[in-house]
């Protein structure tokens, strides 16, 4: 009929194969955070103390902080009002 697609048959059965240890990505990440980026979910009126150590203790640790905020400019924090 037009407008409807065709039935299609598949060239062979499909195989179930075991999962393959080398391509876990999950079985081969290293316990660190180095290296990573964080996302970071906040709104206006989130603490300027939590943004300030949270970003502090991730670079220490090697990562970076990613701010999402609903807002293309960021959240407004709490005490100073800039931008997250």
Avoid: C, F, N
């Amino acid at each position: 009929m037009e407008g409807e697609a065709d039935q299609i048959a598949p060239g062979r059965e499909p195989t179930d194969m075991a999962a393959s240890p080398a391509l876990s990505l999950i079985k081969k990440a290293q316990p660190t955070r180095q290296g990573r980026k964080i996302g970071w979910l906040v709104t206006d009126g989130v603490d300027d103390a939590q943004v300030h150590m949270l970003r502090k203790e991730v670079e220490k640790e090697g990562a970076a902080i990613a701010v999402i905020a609903p807002k293309a400019a960021g959240a407004r924090l709490y005490r100073s009002g800039k931008a997250a």
